[in-house]
């Protein structure tokens, strides 16, 4: 079982070995890896320590999902306006 207080959105890139990360229910949360096994392993210990700088700081912290998923995707294209 991945142990994780937020949901988490992987995306992969054009580069094999690159994909992002963040997480939908945890503002300002994103980061970087090259496999889906370290954006999770980056992501579990980085939503921690974001927590952790939300408090200090004196800012609102969302409540953990109750049922948090992971979700593997491909990059979304910006659409051009």
């Not at 994909?19 to 090259?34: A, K, Q, R, W």
């Given at each position: ?10 995306e ?5 070995d690159f994909f992002?990360f ?18 999770i392993?980056?992501?579990k210990?980085?939503m ?7 408090k200090?700081?004196g800012?609102p ?20 306006v």
């Amino acid at each position: 079982m991945i142990d994780l207080e937020y949901s988490l959105i992987i995306e992969a890139t054009k580069e094999p070995d690159f994909f992002t990360f963040y997480s939908p229910d945890l503002e300002g949360f994103s980061g970087v890896g090259h496999s889906i096994e370290d954006c999770i392993y980056k992501a579990k210990w980085g939503m921690q320590e974001h927590v952790v700088l939300l408090k200090e700081n004196g800012l609102p912290v969302p409540q953990k999902n109750p049922n948090p998923r992971i979700i593997i995707q491909n990059e979304e294209k910006l659409q051009k306006v």
